[in-house]
């Protein structure tokens, strides 16, 4: 395919054919302050990569208290400060229960974690850990996730 063919199918035609991305919110749970600050990730069900906490909007709450109820419930997050002003988004693939991938874009919420549970709604699906925000950017997979947290 000549380039300027090429460049008119991946500019113009494709993009046509592509479904909006999908949204979803994230917790940054973090404790501590300057080199002792730490955030929470888990793991995700599926493939047990590691993760912010994070789902789809809720009916009834704001995207911020969706990701703080994601928070309570993907990690145990019981008390903590919620930030209702997001740092930032990243865009990753989802793979929907009926077998599909959807594209998402996740917006982002600091939530400063207070008191953490040990027993919560998916305490037997998930491992969560503490980690510094650089050591956090290595183990996750996402680009622009890995940039927010290296500037957290």
């Known amino acids: 395919m000549s380039s300027l063919l090429k460049q008119a199918w ?7 054919f592509q479904r909006p991305n999908r949204v979803q919110v994230a917790a940054l749970c973090y404790r501590g302050t300057g080199d002792d600050k730490e955030v929470l990730l888990v793991t995700s069900r599926g493939t047990g990569r590691w993760i912010l906490p994070k789902g789809w909007p809720m009916d009834g709450k704001n995207a911020a208290e969706a ?3 994601e928070a309570w ?3 145990g997050v019981a008390k903590g400060q919620l ?10 693939e989802k793979e929907m229960d009926f077998g ?9 919420f600091p939530l400063k974690v207070e008191k953490l549970a040990d027993d919560f ?4 699906e998930r491992t969560r850990t503490w980690v ?11 680009r622009e996730l890995q940039k927010i947290l290296q500037e957290f």
């Open 10 to 16: 991946e500019e113009v035609v494709a993009p046509m």
């Open 67 to 69: 990701a703080r109820q």
């Open 73 to 75: 419930e993907e990690a």
């Open 83 to 92: 930030d209702h002003a997001p740092i930032g988004a990243f865009e990753s």
């Open 100 to 108: 599909g991938i959807a594209r998402c874009t996740t917006t982002v």
């Open 121 to 124: 709604p998916e305490a037997d």
């Open 132 to 142: 510094p925000a650089e050591q956090a950017a290595d183990m996750v997979k996402e």
